[in-house]
């Protein structure tokens, strides 16, 4: 089965600009989770998504959005993205919602702001 | 005091030795815990989940678990090259539908 994917692979933005990410998860997952990862720290929760409903927000600007679709597919918005926004986005995926199911990555979209 | 800690590494370990990485946690009501593997470049990939208090063994992997000292530890039995990665420690907040990660030990196995 194929696992969780993610589009683009790699990003290049200018400041100001918004950017939308794009993840498919896992056949069969209802819920998806995005994280953001810089260079040297462990991913950090941006939002959690199940049967399209906000089930979870971590502590970023209201410059970022999520939404579901029917699908289960998943989309991250970033508007007037700042130098500090680069990073690896993160998209993961599990069967239901909740602390006790296990969550699986994507390969991640590499954002680069200039 | 950060959610969850672990050492930053590197720790070096010679190859066919006991990898042992460690990680601790503030909230006692966590009750999932999960550790994955980050090769350089690459997006985090899960290694083991643990959810009760022991050990959990799965091939040259165990997970141990302590709730009343809110620790969590992973070693890696005859430790290879291909095992040199950065660990990452990561806990299932109840209610908050949300992992918080450690900031992820990089570990490197010598031929």
């Known amino acids: 089965d194929a696992g969780v994917t993610q589009s683009p692979t790699h990003l290049i933005k200018t400041r100001g600009q918004h950017v939308t990410l794009r993840c498919s998860p896992i056949s069969g997952h209802k819920s998806v989770s995005w994280y953001q990862q810089v260079l040297g720290q462990g991913p950090q929760f941006i939002f959690q998504y199940y049967e399209k409903e906000e089930r979870g927000r971590g502590n970023f600007p209201d410059r970022f959005s999520a939404r579901q679709f029917p699908n289960y597919s998943s989309e991250l918005n970033v508007n007037a993205l700042l130098l500090g926004d680069s990073a690896l986005y993160l998209c993961?995926?599990?069967?239901?919602?909740?602390?006790?199911?296990?969550?699986?990555f994507g390969p991640g979209t590499r954002l680069t702001v200039t | 005091q950060k959610e969850v800690e672990q050492n930053s590494g590197p720790l070096s370990v010679p190859e066919g030795a006991i990898a042992s990485l460690n990680c601790t946690y503030s909230?006692?009501?966590?009750?999932?815990f999960f550790w994955y593997r980050q090769y350089s470049g690459k997006s985090p990939e899960l290694i083991m989940s643990i959810y009760s208090n022991g050990d959990k063994e799965d091939g040259r992997f165990t997970a141990q678990l302590n709730k009343a000292s809110q620790y969590v530890s992973l070693l890696i039995r005859d430790s290879q090259p291909s095992d040199s990665a950065t660990y990452l420690c990561?806990?299932?907040?109840?209610?908050?539908?949300?992992?918080?990660f450690g900031q992820g030990t990089r570990l490197t196995i010598n031929p």
């Open positions: 909230d006692r009501v966590s009750q999932s």
């Open positions: 990561a806990v299932a907040i109840q209610g908050a539908q949300k992992l918080v």
């Open positions: 993961a995926s599990s069967r239901l919602s909740g602390s006790s199911y296990e969550q699986y």
